[in-house]
């Protein structure tokens, strides 16, 4: 439990898009946490679950803590870096358990899944990319090492295609062949194992794009698959 005194302007600034998406996407059903901004090892942004994190003269509330970061990119990245963490407070608030680890991704609650540029095997991820030191510091060591850190040995036990088995939602899997930090075998490889299973799953691959979708008509195809599939899914 930490103390709230004040705000500085940037904070003011995030508080007023906490507001606008609040009201946008989520009737505004969202009580405003706490919005902070420091240094977020490993992360772009982060909601805290419990309640009483911050307390000030008004009450105790959650936290989103937006990465300092964060804030030297572009505004519709910290927009969707905001909204990501409003998810998760939404789904906090609602039981829903929407977070990866212990294969929770699966479990019946949702009727379809997107993965964009998503990482599907992390040990083969962990070589299988132009910028290793990254992976090295993400997951915290290699997966062949014997006496690894136990931050490590949980990312790998927790990887997604170690859980194959237990998948049950379709999903929509899309990728860039030019994004060399998260290749397309990693989409390819969640798309094939979801049909290997008998799980509805579509794969959209782009040739000519990275972690990004920048062409214009390529944007489009985009847009139209993400909302066909949620339409397909979600309207039944």
């Given at each position: 439990m930490k103390q709230l005194t004040s705000y500085n302007r940037v904070a003011g600034y995030l508080n007023k898009l906490f507001d606008l998406l609040n009201q946008h996407f989520f009737e505004n059903e969202l009580a405003r946490p706490t919005l902070t901004i420091q240094s977020t090892p490993k992360a772009y942004a982060h909601f805290s679950v419990r309640d009483d994190t911050w307390v000030s003269t008004v009450g105790a509330t959650h936290e989103i803590n937006i990465g300092a970061g964060t804030l030297a990119r572009p505004i519709e990245f910290i927009c969707a870096d905001l909204l990501h963490e409003m998810c998760h407070y939404y789904c906090q608030l609602h039981g829903i358990k929407d977070t990866s680890r212990g294969n929770t991704y699966h479990n019946k609650r949702f009727k379809a899944f997107l993965a964009h540029d998503g990482a599907f095997n992390l040990e083969s991820m962990y070589t299988d990319t132009e910028e290793a030191w990254f992976s090295n510091w993400e997951y915290d060591d290699a997966y062949w090492n014997k006496d690894q850190s136990a931050n490590a040995k949980k990312t790998y036990e927790n990887s997604p295609h170690k859980f194959v088995d237990k998948w049950d939602t379709p999903i929509l899997c899309i990728h860039g062949e030019k994004d060399?930090?998260?290749?397309?075998?990693?989409?390819?490889?969640?798309?094939?194992?979801?049909?290997?299973?008998?799980?509805?799953?579509?794969?959209?691959?782009?040739?000519?794009?990275?972690?990004?979708?920048l062409k214009p008509q390529n944007g489009v195809l985009w847009q139209r698959t993400f909302f066909g599939w949620l339409d397909k899914w979600l309207k039944k």
């Open positions: 060399y930090r998260i290749n397309a075998n990693q989409g390819m490889g969640a798309f094939n194992a979801a049909r290997m299973r008998g799980i509805p799953a579509e794969l959209l691959i782009y040739p000519d794009e990275n972690h990004w979708v």
